[in-house]
């Protein structure tokens, strides 16, 4: 999520979610943190959608909660992808579509679109111009010659916005550590046609549930091979549903049937299309890997992930990719076949671009520390000048005055997590302790205290998760609170929470002493 400020009008740009990783247990989603603008949300003018990934789009219906009034902007794809997510959140949008070579006036912000491909369809760069100049946000991007909807990135526009002079490019980094030039899609056919021509039983394929054109290589090929396929998931089936009623998809007449049909075929006539490439624990992939889906994979099947691997998923993918090979599936993937590219232009392309658009400035976005790093490299080796090249991190204030720009100022910012239907409730300290509790376990300690005297009246009760435990584990853990309470009888403590807080120190303690643990410990106490 961009905001862009001018005349006390603000553009957002993008407003997508980020996934959680291992160490950020039961999070479900996690939302950039707009709290700096949220006394502000009279002043946004729009949110400019410039394609329909989760990492670009997924926030807006939380944005929206907010302000339902803030006027979402996108292209057709992008917009209907939005719409079924803010039904989901009842909300009625009020939604401006654009296409590329349009232009559109909102508040003090002159904006221009220009097509971008990239691993969904329906992309677009931004330009934005204002009194203070001339910004190009290219989104996510890649220079894909031969794209399979035949729709390239507008590198004429480009180059006739680098003609006027662009003041500022922000440009897409992920793939910038990456050397040469991002493969074309098309070059994936051979190694997709392979695993329909040499799988004798079904063949299941997961991908993002919006990469519309490997979706489409695998229909064609599914389709030439004599198969039937199938959309399996809830968010497969409703996103391959728009691009199908919108044209974006194009499938052979007969080709799709119900998932609920596919038993009635014999196996090698069977494509199922799913989700939960990335490891997603919930996703179909997953539970099928496990053995816990109605779809079961074994002997004779391929399993075909045709995606990207996105860090700090690497784990939770190749246990699934274990866990059906375990189960007898041949598992095709990108470590072991050419059966992904990625959607983002590699170093290669980002040359070639900043060659066209010769920007005055560059504020590399999209893309971990190095990558952004690895871009600014690639501005600077062709020429802009050093101290143009911005390397920013969330929460920098970017100045364009008079030409030049400048990172002028910081506002904070924190992770915002989406737990069930809290939103920001879950804190850095929240998910600390979960991880103490999946890791250490749980005790719960039950005091019985003699008002009169401030000893135990009995011994404390110990419930216990996540430790092997029978009844005498924990008994020598009477002695040690026995004599903690008599100390503090002796220094007359009596409050209760000073009490507990003790009960606590000295449980810890004796855990870790006693078994190499530090668990959560819940003292209570109770008055006899
Ligand atoms: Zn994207």
Not at 250 to 279: F, H, N, W, Y
């Amino acid at each position: 999520m961009t905001v862009f400020e001018h005349e006390r009008q603000l553009l957002v740009v993008d407003c997508g979610v980020l996934f959680p990783e291992e160490h950020q247990p039961g999070v479900d989603v996690i939302l950039p943190d707009w709290a700096a603008i949220r006394d502000r949300l009279a002043d946004v003018v729009a949110v400019v959608l410039t394609h329909g990934h989760e990492d670009h789009i997924g926030g807006v219906p939380y944005l929206l909660r907010e302000r339902p009034g803030i006027p979402v902007v996108g292209s057709r794809l992008t917009l209907s992808f939005v719409a079924a997510k803010l039904a989901e959140h009842r909300i009625k949008p009020t939604m401006i579509e654009v296409r590329e070579g349009e232009t559109l006036s909102l508040g003090s912000f002159d904006l221009e679109f220009l097509a971008v491909n990239h691993s969904i369809p329906d992309g677009l760069a931004i330009a934005i111009r204002t009194a203070a100049g001339l910004v190009l946000h290219t989104g996510d991007f890649k220079m894909d010659q031969f794209p399979l909807d035949r729709r390239l990135t507008d590198l004429r526009g480009f180059a006739r916005l680098g003609e006027a002079g662009v003041d500022l490019l922000l440009i897409d980094s992920t793939n910038a550590d990456a050397p040469g030039f991002t493969t074309a899609e098309r070059e994936l056919t051979p190694a997709i046609e392979a695993v329909f021509r040499d799988t004798p039983r079904r063949v299941i394929v997961s991908s993002f549930a919006s990469h519309v054109h490997r979706i489409q290589q695998v229909l064609d090929a599914a389709h030439a091979h004599g198969r039937k396929a199938a959309f399996v998931g809830r968010s497969m089936v409703r996103n391959m549903g728009l691009a199908i009623e919108m044209g974006y998809l194009r499938v052979p007449k007969g080709l799709l049937v119900q998932a609920s049909a596919m038993d009635r075929l014999p196996d090698r006539e069977v494509t199922l299309i799913c989700t939960g490439s990335q490891g997603e624990p919930m996703a179909a992939l997953s539970r099928i890997a496990a053995g816990t889906h109605a779809i079961s994979v074994g002997e004779g099947d391929t399993v075909l992930l045709a995606s990207s691997l996105i860090p700090g998923n690497e784990n939770a993918i190749y246990r699934v990719i274990n866990g059906l090979t375990s189960l007898g599936a041949n598992v095709v993937h990108k470590g072991n076949a050419k059966v992904h590219v990625s959607g983002h232009a590699s170093a290669g392309e980002l040359v070639y671009c900043y060659n066209l658009v010769q920007p005055a400035a560059v504020l590399p976005v999209h893309g971990e520390a190095r990558h952004l790093r690895a871009n600014a490299g690639l501005a600077v080796s062709t020429g802009v000048d050093r101290d143009q090249v911005l390397v920013a991190v969330n929460g920098d204030a970017v100045d364009l005055a008079d030409g030049r720009v400048a990172i002028t100022g910081t506002v904070e910012v924190h992770n915002v997590y989406v737990d069930g239907d809290t939103v920001g409730r879950v804190t850095e300290a929240s998910l600390a302790e979960r991880r103490t509790l999946g890791e250490e376990g749980v005790l719960t300690v039950i005091a019985l205290i003699d008002a009169d005297t401030g000893q135990l009246a009995e011994d404390p009760d110990v419930l216990a998760r996540g430790f092997e435990h029978d009844a005498a584990t924990f008994r020598p853990l009477t002695p040690v609170i026995e004599k903690a309470l008599a100390r503090a009888g002796e220094q007359g403590i009596t409050a209760t929470s000073r009490l507990e807080q003790l009960i606590a120190r000295e449980t810890q303690a004796w855990a870790r002493k006693t078994f190499g643990r530090q668990p959560v410990v819940i003292p209570v106490i109770i008055d006899a």
